[in-house]
């Protein structure tokens, strides 16, 4: 077997991904700047898309999943008298009519889809059925029944209007699409729409303000991008922590229970000496501390 390619690189880039990319190829563009053995993504864009994609390196990649979770916040773009096969700017033009959108009845519109609203997923989506991607039906045609899902959207608000074009500032649960959004919004107001363009800001905690592109990265030295990574609980920053002394935290290491009479939580963050991260706890009713998930490093 030969070597891993790439150095054991630990920690978070907040990547300001360009249109027409998958996230995949952002990441593995990254990776090779970065010369990183291991990394992984918190949740896709669509290639139309642009905007924050938190990426993760090394340990980082055993809190990926944490963020798929969280709330995103997106500026979206919507094209009314205009909708699409694929619901976005990307599919062909299936229908056009005049629009004369104004700006009351589309803040009237947006009310109604603010908080918890149901959506059918699109044909185009990763969604499966009978073990195929929806994706792969719809290009050939075919379109199945899909069931509606629940969705919360926190925020939906008008932030300009230009014509048969707004821009919307939307603050949504995981599973929404922005999309079907646009399509549902054209929908009521009777004129059909299309999402023409798609920026995440925001995915829980973290904000696009902290972001880097791809073309500001490859212009640094390798030293300054890996300057560029942030520290892995970043991921974890909504968790209460608690902090052990040094005999506690060699135990915790090797994976052993600890009864310290704690306040039950379902997940703590766990750190030794000098704020070091060592992983992911329970505390049960009985205030007995159990590791759930731990760092290479904290043994």
Same mark, same amino acid.
């Given at each position: 077997m030969g070597r891993p390619k790439g150095d054991p690189v630990d920690g978070v880039l907040l990547l300001d991904k360009p249109a027409g990319i998958t996230s995949n190829t952002a990441l593995g563009k990254a990776r090779r700047l970065l010369g990183a053995r291991k990394a992984g993504?918190?949740?896709?864009?669509?290639?139309?898309?642009?905007? #924050?994609?938190?990426?993760?390196?090394? %340990?980082a990649t055993k809190f990926s999943a944490d963020l798929l979770e969280a709330d995103k916040g997106y500026e979206a773009r919507v094209h009314f008298g205009v909708t699409t096969t694929t619901g976005d700017a990307e599919g062909e033009v299936t229908a056009k009519q005049t629009a004369n959108v104004d700006r009351a009845a589309l803040d009237a519109v947006l009310a109604q889809f603010t908080g918890h609203i149901e959506q059918v997923p699109p044909m185009h989506s990763a969604l499966k059925r009978d073990g195929r991607p929806l994706y792969q039906l719809a290009r050939r045609g075919e379109v199945v029944e899909r069931a509606p899902r629940p969705v919360?959207?926190?925020?939906? %608000? #008008?932030?300009?209007?230009?014509? $048969? %074009?707004?821009?919307l500032t939307v603050d949504c649960s995981k599973g929404t699409y922005v999309r079907v959004l646009a399509e $549902?919004?054209?929908k009521r107001l009777g004129c059909g729409a299309h999402l023409s363009g798609l920026r995440r800001t925001r995915v829980g905690a973290l904000s696009l303000d902290r972001a880097i592109t791809l073309a500001d990265l490859e212009a640094l030295d390798l030293p300054a991008r890996r300057e560029r990574l942030l520290p892995l609980d970043l991921l974890l920053d909504s968790l209460p922590s608690i902090e052990l002394d040094d005999a506690a935290a060699g135990r915790f290491a090797h994976g052993q229970r600890l009864a310290l009479a704690l306040r039950p939580a379902t997940r703590v963050r766990v750190y030794g000496r000098d704020a070091r991260l060592l992983g992911l706890a329970s505390i049960d009713e009985?205030?007995?501390?159990a590791p759930q998930r731990l760092l290479a490093a904290a043994a």
């Open positions: 993504h918190t949740g896709t864009l669509d290639p139309l898309a642009t905007g #924050l994609l938190p990426l993760t390196f090394g %340990e919360r959207i926190g925020r939906l %608000e #008008l932030q300009a209007l230009d014509g $048969d %074009e707004a821009v $549902d919004i054209g009985g205030g007995v501390l």
